[in-house]
């Protein structure tokens, strides 16, 4: 199996700035799209950003030019940067990753989320 761990939540005010991390561990043979995710109280979860593991992106326009997505294939970990930040960016923020594990001599796919970071930016 694989397990997603997420770091870097936190309370910031309106125009600040943090950077999120999520990490994969587990016997993973590849990783395809890593993704950040976000769930505000009384709305659906939506897509903030993926990256394909050949390094395509798609942002929603709610965060282009603000939020930047990076990953490092080395480490299996995905980054979301995220600048000028507005208090409608308020949200549990959570990662989101496809890959090929090992599941003893077979390879099987799978899509995994993270356990959720909570963002909050105050006006």
């Known amino acids: 199996q694989v397990q997603l761990v997420e770091s870097g939540g936190g309370l910031v005010q309106a125009g600040g700035s943090l950077r999120l991390s999520c990490a994969a561990s587990?016997?993973?043979?590849?990783?395809?799209?890593m993704g950040w995710y976000r769930q505000a109280p009384g709305k659906q979860r939506e897509l903030v950003v993926l990256?394909?593991?050949?390094?395509?992106?798609n942002y929603a326009d709610s965060v282009k030019g603000r939020f930047t997505i990076s990953r490092d294939n080395t480490k299996n970990t995905v980054y979301l940067q995220m600048n000028s930040l507005k208090p409608k960016d308020t949200a549990v923020y959570y990662c989101?990753?496809?890959?090929?594990?090992?599941?003893?001599?077979?390879?099987?796919?799978?899509?995994?989320w993270g356990q959720g970071t909570q963002v909050t930016v105050s006006s």
């Open positions: 989101n990753v496809g890959c090929l594990y090992y599941s003893g001599s077979s390879l099987r796919g799978g899509d995994y």
């Open positions: 587990g016997r993973i043979f590849s990783i395809n799209d």
């Open positions: 990256v394909t593991n050949g390094g395509v992106t």
